[in-house]
């Protein structure tokens, strides 16, 4: 007897995530989590790039900012060794929130209890089996073990998924030999900070604010001779395999900067200490007939500050498609979309973070001077904003199926501000239930009418605004465009193109 919906294995931001927006989809998930508290060893430090842009499509931006960290900070970005600095630019492309992932995963989490998921933690799953009508899950609990039946699993289970074998998925790619240590720290009284940030060491001399390279790795320092917390940040080649669950130590960075530097650096207290490795694997198939694979458990890549906004944006993409195939409205291949569009952003995103690689790893000459020419043409502000837009993820264009298409179809739609009867809103506005929406922005009751026969599941806004980039738009509920029309295309193609674009993507109208 099915006795879950979904059940998503992993209580991570990409599993939380997939459980809120799965139950604004009128689901209901069942997330199963092995550690029995939320855990707190540091892991990623902040939250950028276009999920940002999602979470304001759900209300949830002013609840994350206000959680911050600190000041958001000035929109300087490493890229493999070097930077993009958007300081220059009124709005840049890439846009950060300083907020650690302990805190992102409690705000995730009480979004999630709030829209009343059903979350047990200290559940590990052990076992997961697969027909055509069902998945079965062997639960290790804290009362003993037990099964669950459900229509669907969704892997959310990290880097080293158990989900992903049983599935049988392969992983291909590659694991750097190199491990890369990041605290913040205080300073001892004997260590002074010059006004450029430059750190004065007693019986060594002056470690350069910046990038320090030698032939032992890497050591970074960023400091302030406001503030007596210092960045450091070391990268040495070295194969061992740490447990991202086994915390760093003070030590283990002291030992890492002598190795580097070949002098000790005295450090005060620790706030902040976390170590990663980079891999750069990608899984062959995100989907495995009812088993499916979200976050981490999919992808992993080699550079910082990208993780988390491609594994959240996965869940954002398969809930609605999920819920869908659940409510019986999914037409033919929906499913199978998730695999393409996020295998697609994925890959995308492997493609800019392997080339950080490139740039970070090298330590001859050779290298120097690829980072240097790399960072002569970052100073153009087209190549800049190329730049951000990749990293920021905001350049994704999904493969739409058809061959005639506008051109806004399969991007992220823009928050246009919208005047309507009732006032003043804007896209990200009307996208808060997680809906479809026809947006007619240049009165076209043809098109409305259209829709009409789907509005149990589209709903329909009519608006003007100042800048309209089409006439009408078809945005999905993860806020990508399916389908726009111009005033310049004839009245008597866009209403059967709309209505293909709406069975294609949402299914059989409900009869009349
Ligand atoms: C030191 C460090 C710094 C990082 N910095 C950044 C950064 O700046 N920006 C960024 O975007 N990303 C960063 N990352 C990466 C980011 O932390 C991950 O991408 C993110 O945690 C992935 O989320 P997830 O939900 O997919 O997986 P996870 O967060 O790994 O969650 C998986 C969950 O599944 C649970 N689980 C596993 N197996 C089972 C099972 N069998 N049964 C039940 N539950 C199970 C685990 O306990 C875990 O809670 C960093 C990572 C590390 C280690």
Redesign the pocket.
């Known amino acids: 007897m099915i006795e879950a919906d979904v059940i998503i294995?992993?209580?991570?931001?990409?599993?939380?995530?997939l459980a809120a927006e799965l139950r604004l989809a009128g689901v209901r998930p069942l997330v199963?989590?092995?550690?029995p508290q939320?855990?707190d060893?540091?892991?990623?430090?902040?939250?950028?790039?276009q999920i940002l842009q999602l979470l304001r499509c759900r209300g949830l931006l002013e609840r994350f900012e206000a959680a911050c960290t600190g000041p958001v900070p000035a929109p300087r970005f490493p890229f493999g060794g070097v930077h993009l600095d958007f300081t220059q630019l009124a709005d840049p492309p890439m846009h950060a929130l300083p907020l650690p992932?302990q805190q992102l995963?409690q705000l995730l989490g009480e979004r999630a209890d709030e829209l009343g998921v059903d979350i047990r933690r200290g559940?590990?799953?052990?076992g997961v089996s697969q027909d055509d009508a069902a998945v079965t899950v062997d639960?290790r609990g804290p009362d003993g073990p037990y099964r669950v039946i459900a229509r669907y699993l969704v892997?959310?289970?990290?880097?080293?998924?158990?989900?992903r074998d049983w599935a049988g998925i392969p992983f291909p790619g590659t694991t750097y030999p190199e491990v890369?240590r990041?605290a913040q720290v205080t300073l001892p009284e004997t260590v002074s900070v010059r006004g450029n940030g430059d750190l004065d060491v007693p019986g060594f001399g002056t470690i350069r604010a910046g990038f320090t390279r030698t032939g032992q790795g890497l050591l970074g320092v960023g400091s302030s001779p406001a503030s007596k917390v210092v960045s450091l940040y070391t990268i040495e080649d070295e194969t061992t395999e740490y447990d991202?669950?086994t915390p760093?130590t003070v030590t283990e960075l002291q030992d890492s900067i002598r190795r580097v530097l070949g002098a000790d650096l005295p450090v005060g207290e620790p706030i902040r200490l976390?170590?990663?490795?980079f891999k750069a694997r990608q899984a062959e198939r995100y989907r495995d007939g009812r088993i499916l694979l979200?976050?981490?458990?999919?992808h992993?890549?080699p550079a910082?500050?990208?993780?988390?906004?491609?594994?959240?944006l996965?869940a954002v993409n398969l809930a609605w498609k999920l819920a869908a195939d659940i409510h019986g409205q999914a037409p033919a291949g929906l499913l199978d979309t998730y695999h393409d569009e996020r295998h697609f952003a994925g890959t995308r995103t492997m493609l800019h973070t392997r080339a950080q690689v490139a740039l970070r790893r090298g330590h001859d000459p050779a290298a120097d001077a690829l980072r240097e020419v790399f960072q002569e043409l970052l100073a153009d502000e087209q190549p800049l904003r190329r730049m951000g837009a990749l990293v920021a993820g905001t350049d994704i264009r999904y493969p739409m199926p058809g061959s005639h298409h506008h051109a806004l179809a399969g991007t992220f739609t823009p928050n246009l501000t919208l005047h309507t009867d009732q006032g003043i809103t804007s896209v990200a506005e009307l996208m808060h239930p997680a809906r479809p929406i026809l947006l007619d922005l240049a009165d076209r009751p043809d098109l409305r009418r259209t829709t009409r026969d789907w509005q149990d599941r589209v709903d329909i806004h009519t608006a003007k605004t100042d800048q309209r980039p089409a006439d009408v738009l078809l945005i999905r509920p993860d806020a990508h465009i399916a389908w726009a029309a111009t005033l310049d295309e004839p009245d008597d193609t866009a209403a059967p193109a709309l209505r293909e674009a709406l069975s294609g993507w949402f299914g059989t109208p409900r009869i009349r």
């Open positions: 294995v992993g209580a991570g931001p990409t599993g939380l995530m199963l989590e092995r550690l939320r855990r060893t540091p892991k990623a430090g902040g939250l950028g790039g992932q995963e559940h590990e799953v052990i639960v892997g959310c289970d990290g880097a080293r998924s158990r989900v890369n990041l991202d669950d760093m976390s170590r990663f490795t979200a976050g981490d458990a999919a992993l890549f910082t500050g990208v993780a988390l906004n491609a594994g959240m996965d």
